[in-house]
Every structure is written in C-alpha cells, then in structure tokens.
C-alpha cells in the first residue's frame, strides 16, 4: 500500500495553463505539505494544512492555491502557469505528537512548463 | 532563523570505503534532526531521525549522531556500496512548527 501517493508523476504544459496536482495519504494523518524542489535540488516549504485548515503559507505567488476537502487529501492548483514554476512537488504528511512529527513524502510530480 | 549546513557534494567513493556527510543546523528552538535519502528519479525516503542530544539514528547501516555542543548531525557509513548512491539531505523542525528545514543536499556517487 502507498502512504503518500500523488498524481500525476509528470506533468508537461505550456505557459499560461492552469493544472492541479493531487495528494493522497492513507497514513491516517492529520497534517498534510507542499514543498517544492527546483532545479539544484533545494528543497522549500509552500503550504501546510492541518485537519483541512491552512497553517503555514509561505511566500508563494497567490496563482498558487491549495485546497484540503479532507484530512486525507490535499491538492495543488496553479493558476497561470510560469516558466519558474518548473520544478518537482513534493507532498508529504504527519501526525503532530507523534514520531517527532515525522514527515513522509510522495514521490513527487515533475512539471515541466514550456 | 533555522538553517541547515550540509557539505558541497559531489562526494565520490568506490565500494567498500568509508562515508561522511557533513551537517550541521541552527535552530530558533529545540529541533528534531532527519537524514533523507533520494534515489535517481524517485522521492524523498526517511533514512534515520533523532530526536534529544546524544539520540544515535540508524538504519541500512548509517548512523547519525545528535550533537547538541557542536550543533551537527553528521551521517557517517562504514562501508557504502553501489546501491547507496544518491542524493542525501539533512533537515530540522521545530516541534509545533511543522515545516521541515533542509539542507542544499549531498550528491553520494559510489563506484565499483
């Protein structure tokens, strides 16, 4: 079974698009992540949902958008898409209080945008 | 505010030697310290954690150490293999804070 899975795994799209990536986990946490990856392979946070409410929104263009519809779920949408929003997405999930808030990451969707 | 240290990699072995990457953080509180591993094409794994000064992490034969005089979480191998290489990457959270801090990442490339 897959704890974290996220779809698609590629996504390949022209400037100006608007796409969404979908999370999952089964994991029964109850806190949920974005984070992006760019090209050197930093890695930084975007977003945090807890019990499908926003806890974290760091300094990402407003053409990002996440929505949690549940604690299990917690989707990407991209408005207007940029040459810079090139990047592999990572999802991950945690349950606060436990295992030192142990994050466990999806496989990550790579977008490419053209 | 937080900031995780890692080596410039790439750090290139051949089988059977020795490994050590280099981490080391600065943290606004009292952090929880994670190796994870990235293999070629695939998505972030947990390879060990420690939570409390002196915790050991360990696991497929890595440790890492919490050394909270010298602030560091070094990842150390006794004897890497081929399937070891990857990318590798030290991170920190606050606990209550929720997001990880990463490190740049260590390139693991390990010959034959």
């Known amino acids: 079974d897959t704890a974290v899975s996220q779809t698609p795994k590629y996504l390949v799209t022209q400037m100006g698009n608007d796409k969404s990536i979908k999370c999952e986990q089964n994991l029964g946490h109850d806190t949920m992540y974005w984070y992006k990856q760019d090209s050197k392979k930093f890695l930084k946070i975007m977003f945090s949902?807890?019990?499908?409410?926003?806890?974290i929104n760091e300094t990402v263009p407003n053409r990002f958008s996440p929505k949690s519809p549940d604690k299990a779920h917690l989707n990407l949408h991209i408005n207007s898409l940029e040459l810079g929003d090139s990047a592999v997405y990572f999802c991950?999930?945690?349950?606060?209080?436990?295992?030192?808030?142990?994050?466990?990451f999806g496989p990550g969707t790579r977008l490419t945008v053209l | 505010g937080d900031s995780v240290t890692q080596m410039e990699g790439p750090v290139t072995l051949s089988e059977e030697a020795c490994l050590t990457i280099?981490?080391?953080?600065?943290?606004?509180?009292?952090?929880?310290l994670f190796w994870y591993v990235q293999y070629p094409g695939e998505g972030l794994q947990l390879l060990l954690k420690?939570?409390?000064?002196?915790d050991k992490g360990s696991n497929k034969g890595f440790e890492a150490t919490y050394r909270k005089e010298t602030t560091s979480f070094h990842l150390e191998k006794g004897s890497v293999q081929v399937s070891d290489s990857a990318v590798y990457f030290c991170a920190l959270v606050i606990t209550g804070r929720r997001a990880l801090t990463f490190g740049s990442g260590t390139r693991l490339q390990v010959q034959p």
């Open positions: 991950a999930s945690s349950q606060v209080g436990q295992g030192s808030d142990t994050q466990y």
């Open positions: 949902y807890n019990n499908k409410e926003l806890i």
């Open positions: 420690a939570t409390k000064a002196d």
């Open positions: 280099n981490c080391t953080y600065t943290a606004t509180g009292y952090p929880s």
